[in-house]
């Protein structure tokens, strides 16, 4: 290897850069740096998706039908109904578009550009060819381009090659955009952006890989296709029937229509984008970065934290507070005079550090040299040659220029210090102690060494100079503040944590004890991870809190073993070497600050204050949002069956008015049915005591067995009050338009009941009346001034069959809606009083952060 190679780019070597004019020019003539979409978006696109939907079709054909009867009124309903369905779902797609638009923008990567002379960080959808733009390890290549100035650059291309191993590279080399920096830093010259660079060309874009579905996703989406099969059956049931009994096909396709609106569940896909953007949403005011919105609902499931030490347990600033000088054999503690022999201590591993460093370590050693020896910390030390960091543990080394004179530093993990300086076994048994005795303290502990030039040239490995070990630096690396009420929370949320950390045993296992880690007596270190058997693994992981000394292939095997046993981990990371675990792990966590982009590349959530805490408000909004989104389907569930009924059992059993409702009595159900399901709901709080529940199993479903059967009774309960009302009154010899209007009344008013007993499956209606959600209220109070309007108004009462009723008829109405919806809340009772310990009404603080506005 050369003596040399081209130093950090600096600001003197930097090109100027293009002008605003040029940017311009250049965007016009090459376009953004954006990849093709396949998926349209936008007002047109939305628009497409809503009249392809089946309930606007069903609509549109019952709309004709009443003009080739002639009831125009009808018609005119309908068609005006069309429209405020259409409206409601384009708003509630463009908000939920709205909301991932959002998103998007703050996910968007940047990338540091020159214009104009100066250095600038952009959107990475703002480059443009011909830009001057840096890359630095673990940042992913924003677009194709030229290298023209590196410090031991190399890439990671196995996206387009498939080969793992990263590939050097010199001034002149092309790079690819989507490949990443494995190391060292570069500026780059682009040569193409968006769609023309390889990858686009090619059509590998990571955006465009469709992105698995969730089990819920899968479940919901398999519930719908069932019933909508069932919607199918139904209507042709209903139509023969009436055309059997009647011989006019119109009429008979028209109620055959209103039975199969009244089957179609279409409000809970929509539900279920809306709950997941918008609860993506919320995340992101909270400081949680969603990349997919799906992900929400899994956060529910998670069993498992694997989080790192350094900066996400611990603070992020650290300190140095120890040297042990290895020619004295003494501790040195900082900020303190250094003496002859302790001082090279500290120099070399400042020269050992980055010139600019962004690691707390580095920063830490930079600013105990600036104060220990301010003349020496202001003199140029320029870069000479840069070993990054490697080996396992791992270790780097810089060649600097230091007097005129080349200086070899190197810091890294003690062991791997000893192994390369081969000190007496005496003085190496020393330093083990001491470097044991200071972890076992909290303090990060790590080894310096001086290098001599074997030969007239660098060697190829930095292992291979001829070292002697100067001695240690233990740097301070507080807990957090909230670190304790964290794990607290986690553990009480039924999920276990697991601290991963490349640090010592004895200091990882202090650090532990100090945030109250459940288990920290348990460890394992990286090494015993990757010799254990792949079948005695899994279950030692379960048991194990502490993983020391870790490196990316045993952080990979760990996250693969929890996966094993069942679990659903969610890993944390911030570098480069997470980005296995990140991509394995079901829910990938990267720092939002001090993350690197590949991290968060691999990671579908980025914190972006590196606050743990962030993770716990996002787990306990992905409960609030998978019960509140039960809640909304099995109130859907439970309200058509009571209307498929009503339209079904007179037709089925030979009552007297065999056609009650028409699709215009559907269409206003469905007008205060769909907003309360994606909106009301969507906006419940979280239920007290849901941060104190295990996690639900992430394959687990409530659209079968027995919640979904208590759902059912539900409905029945309400078809049976419906039913009784429809019979009672056409018994008692009431006219068609009377007990048309009793029976609508009384389901109006039982969905009316059924959205306030489904705010909660354990606590009474009378402890939910208190939980704030003014959406709520506004749906409520939209559905009861509707129903009054049809009941009262003079055209509504003639466009809905409907005619005056006293006013102790609409009473009984009332008492059997009551009696169809209450019986649940005696159920909640005998539950509640079967329960091992009474359901607290005090909200988990966590929980009050993920409870929506009310």
Same mark, same amino acid.
């Given at each position: ?19 605003? =004019? ?5 965007? *016009?003539?090459?376009? #953004? ?11 047109? *696109? ?7 939907? /089946? ?89 194709? +381009? ?25 001034? &002149? ?59 199918? &059956? ?132 930079? =600013? ?5 020896? #301010? ?17 396992? #543990? ?28 081969? #000190? ?24 310096? =060494? ?51 950390? +490349? ?62 046993? +069942? ?95 028409? /699709? ?39 659209? *079968? ?13 309400? =078809? ?73 108004? /003079?055209? *509504? ?58």
């Amino acid at each position: 290897m050369p003596t040399s190679t081209l130093p950090a780019p600096s600001a003197a070597i930097q090109p100027p850069g293009l002008t605003t =004019a040029a940017v311009a020019a250049a965007r *016009a003539a090459h376009g #953004p740096n954006v990849l093709p979409d396949s998926a349209p978006t936008g007002l047109l *696109a939305t628009l497409k998706d809503v009249v392809t939907e /089946p309930m606007f079709l069903l609509l549109l054909l019952a709309c004709g039908l009443y003009v080739a009867l002639g009831e125009v009124a009808e018609a005119l309903t309908l068609g005006a109904a069309l429209l405020v369905i259409a409206s409601i779902s384009v708003y509630q797609a463009l908000r939920s578009d709205a909301a991932l638009g959002a998103l998007r923008e703050l996910t968007q990567p940047q990338a540091q550009v020159r214009r104009n002379g100066a250095l600038a960080t952009v959107p990475v959808a703002d480059l443009v060819v011909g830009d001057a733009v840096r890359v630095a390890e673990g940042s992913r290549l924003p677009a194709d +381009g030229i290298i023209t100035a590196l410090n031991d650059f190399s890439a990671d291309e196995a996206i387009l090659t498939g080969e793992a191993v990263p590939v050097a590279k010199a001034v &002149g080399d092309p790079v690819f955009g989507g490949t990443s920096t494995a190391s060292g830093s570069a500026w780059l010259t682009l040569t193409a952006v968006g769609g023309h660079t390889k990858l686009g060309l090619i059509g590998q874009s990571m955006a465009a890989i469709a992105t698995e579905k969730t089990p819920l996703q899968l479940q919901v989406q398999q519930f719908v296709a069932r019933m909508a099969w069932v919607g199918l &059956g139904a209507f042709a049931l209903v139509w023969g029937v009436n055309y059997a009994k009647s011989g006019d096909w119109v009429t008979a396709l028209l109620f055959g229509l209103t039975l199969a609106m009244s089957i179609l569940p279409e409000e809970i896909p929509v539900a279920f984008s809306s709950f997941m953007a918008l609860g993506a949403a919320r995340l992101s005011r909270l400081g949680v970065l969603t990349k997919q919105p799906q992900t929400v609902e899994s956060l529910g499931s998670a069993t498992v934290i694997c989080t790192d030490k350094t900066g996400t347990l611990t603070e992020e600033g650290m300190a140095v507070k120890q040297l042990y000088d290895g020619a004295t054999a003494s501790l040195v503690s900082l900020p303190g005079p250094l003496g002859p022999s302790a001082a090279p201590v500290l120099a070399y591993a400042r020269y050992a550090s980055e010139t600019d460093p962004f690691d707390p370590m580095e920063k830490a050693i930079v =600013a105990a040299f600036a104060t220990a020896d #301010p003349a020496a910390a202001a003199a140029p030390a320029p870069m000479l040659h840069e070993y990054p960091l490697g080996g396992t #543990p791992p270790m780097m080394t810089h060649v600097r220029r230091v007097a005129g004179q080349p200086l070899i530093a190197a810091k890294g993990a003690v062991e791997h210090v000893l192994a390369v300086c081969c #000190p007496a076994p005496a003085v190496a048994a020393e330093i083990r102690r001491v470097t044991q005795e200071l972890s076992g303290q909290g303090y990060r502990v790590l080894g310096v =060494a001086r290098g001599t030039q074997p030969g007239l040239d660098f060697p190829a490995e930095q292992d291979d100079f001829a070292w002697e070990f100067l001695g240690l630096i233990a740097l301070e690396n507080p807990p957090k503040a909230n670190a304790a009420a964290v794990i607290r929370a986690f553990t009480e949320a039924g999920i276990q944590v697991k601290m991963i950390t +490349g640090d010592f045993p004895e200091t990882a296992q202090a650090i532990a004890r100090q945030v109250g880690l459940p288990g920290a007596d348990t460890l394992l270190t990286g090494q015993q991870v990757m010799d254990l058997p792949a079948a005695e693994l899994p279950p030692l992981a379960t048991r194990t809190a502490v993983f020391a000394r870790m490196f990316p292939e045993a952080k990979l095997k760990v996250v693969e073993a929890l996966k094993a046993t +069942g679990a659903v981990v969610a890993m944390t990371g911030d570098g480069v070497n997470d980005g296995p675990a990140l991509k394995a792990a079901h829910i990938g966590v990267a720092m939002g600050r001090r993350g690197t982009e590949v991290a968060r590349q691999a990671a579908s959530l980025v914190l972006v204050d590196d606050d743990l805490g962030g993770m716990v408000t996002a787990i306990a909004q992905g409960r609030r949002i998978y019960q509140n989104f039960k809640k909304a389907v099995f109130y859907v569930v439970s309200i058509h069956i009571p209307i498929v009924l009503t339209v079904a059992v007179p037709l089925l059993a030979g009552w007297r008015w065999e056609n009650l409702f028409t /699709p215009v009595h559907i269409i206003f159900l469905e007008l205060v049915m769909g907003p309360t399901c994606s909106i009301a709901f969507e906006n419940e709080p979280a239920e007290a005591g849901q941060m104190r529940q295990p996690p639900r199993p992430l394959t687990s479903t409530f659209l *079968a067995g027995a919640e979904l059967g208590r759902s059912m009774a539900q409905g029945l309960g309400i =078809a049976a009050a419906v039913l009784g009302v429809y019979y009672y009154f056409m018994q008692q010899g009431a006219a068609l338009p009377v007990v048309r209007t009793l029976t609508f009344a009384t389901l109006v008013l039982s969905n009316i009941g059924l959205t306030l007993a489904n705010r909660s499956f354990t606590q009474s209606i009378f402890q939910t009346l208190r939980v704030p959600n003014r959406l709520l209220w506004l749906m409520l109070g939209l559905t009861l001034t509707l129903l009054l309007a049809t009941l009262l108004l /003079p055209p *509504a009462q003639r466009l809905f069959g409907f005619a005056p009723v006293p006013l102790a008829a609409l009473g009984w109405c009332a008492l059997a809606a009551l009696v169809g919806v209450g019986w649940v809340e005696v159920y909640k009772a005998v539950l509640r009083a079967r329960a091992p310990r009474p359901i607290t009404n005090a909200p988990h603080a966590y929980e009050k952060s993920a409870g929506a506005s009310g």
